[in-house]
């Protein structure tokens, strides 16, 4: 079981907006703002695509945001793209200089 | 252009030790921090150990700890991980990840190599 709950898969249509949560407690997600997010594509390295909650590493689409409210991290990627399916991943530094992640979240693009 | 090369994967009996290997090319070795982390079949991304780009630090998983030792040599660019007790929870593709932050740690990965498969079977 994963320290950091994602919700298991998301679906949406092309065009449309989707938002991941990410929860944790006060000792990770809570107590730091260094939560960041992953991409994944099959077979492929993961993609840093959000760092400090709400940063983009250069080159990164506008269309990922992230914000943060309590113990719980949000990722969101408007107009959906169909290359933006992929399983996408929260991590947060805690507490003793640890990194949880998040189970994963699998987005389908209809 | 960075590139990481994991080595060192195979079976190994509940136990056993192994120790993994990554060689960094392509950046200055010496001034990031390197990452250990594990996805086992069917699961998710897992975090497994940090060292700080001159050793100073390290720091593990809660899983792994008192088990596993990180270390490096900066001079041949090479990051290891050294697995001791090994169980079936064990398993799974080792990546070693370079930390985005130079000369500093973030605990963010900028990159990640292919990954070393490690099998705990007898």
């Known amino acids: 079981q994963s320290a950091l709950t994602q919700p298991a898969s998301v679906s949406a249509s092309p065009g449309q907006s989707i938002t991941i949560s990410c929860t944790g407690t006060?000792?990770?997600?809570?107590?730091?703002?260094?939560v960041s997010w992953y991409q994944r594509h099959p077979g492929k390295a993961p993609k840093l695509i959000i760092y400090d909650v709400t940063n983009r590493p250069s080159g990164v689409s506008n269309r990922f945001s992230g914000s943060k409210s309590g113990n719980t991290a949000s990722l969101t990627i408007s107009g959906l793209q169909a290359e933006d399916e992929a399983v996408y991943y929260c991590t947060s530094y805690a507490i003793n200089s640890r990194v949880f992640f998040g189970g994963g979240t699998t987005l389908t693009v209809l | 252009q960075v590139h990481l090369v994991e080595s060192g994967g195979g079976v190994v009996q509940p136990g056993g030790s192994l120790r993994l290997s990554c060689v960094g090319t392509g950046f200055r070795f010496s001034t990031y921090g390197m990452h250990w982390l594990r996805q086992a079949p069917g699961k998710g991304l897992e975090w497994v150990a940090v060292i700080w780009y001159d050793a100073t630090n390290k720091h593990y998983g809660d899983s792994v700890k008192g088990r596993f030792t990180i270390s490096r040599d900066n001079s041949n660019n090479i990051v290891y991980l050294q697995m001791n007790s090994l169980g079936a929870e064990d398993t799974a593709v080792y990546y070693c990840?370079?930390?985005?932050?130079?000369?500093?740690?973030?605990?963010?990965?900028?990159?990640w190599g292919q990954g070393t498969l490690v099998t705990v079977s007898s």
């Open positions: 006060s000792s990770d997600v809570g107590g730091y703002n260094y």
């Open positions: 990840a370079r930390d985005e932050g130079e000369g500093r740690t973030v605990y963010y990965f900028d990159s």
